[in-house]
């Protein structure tokens, strides 16, 4: 049964930072390119980062790049996004994302 669980979300400061991190399980994680994606009310899902699954290339959305890294483990099947200098337009369900497979997400809101 394939799994993604999202953990770390919250509530916090405009130029504060928070961690996310999303657990794998259930399919073969060290092949698949992972991503994060974040929906905010009223709008659509939109991509925000990306990480291969071996070289380890990473890719960023334009609105996040400098402020949001990326990274993975394959032994343990996990992938974060580490979020520093959060602004109020950072607010959003953040999703963790593997080809088909989909999170359940994790709630981010940043207060100005």
């Known amino acids: 049964q394939v799994q993604l669980v999202e953990s770390g979300g919250g509530l916090v400061q405009a130029g504060g930072s928070l961690r996310l991190s999303c657990a794998a399980s259930g399919f073969a994680f060290s092949r698949y390119t992972m991503k994060w994606f974040r929906q905010a009310p009223g709008k659509e899902r939109e991509f925000v980062a990306q990480i291969s699954w071996s070289l380890m290339s990473t890719r960023y959305v334009d609105s996040v790049k400098g402020r949001f890294t990326i990274s993975r483990d394959n032994a343990k099947m996990t992938v974060d996004l580490q979020m520093n200098s959060l602004k109020p337009e950072d607010t959003a369900v953040y999703f963790c994302?593997?080809?088909?497979?989909w999170g359940q997400g994790t709630q981010v809101t940043v207060s100005s």
């Open positions: 994302n593997a080809g088909a497979f």
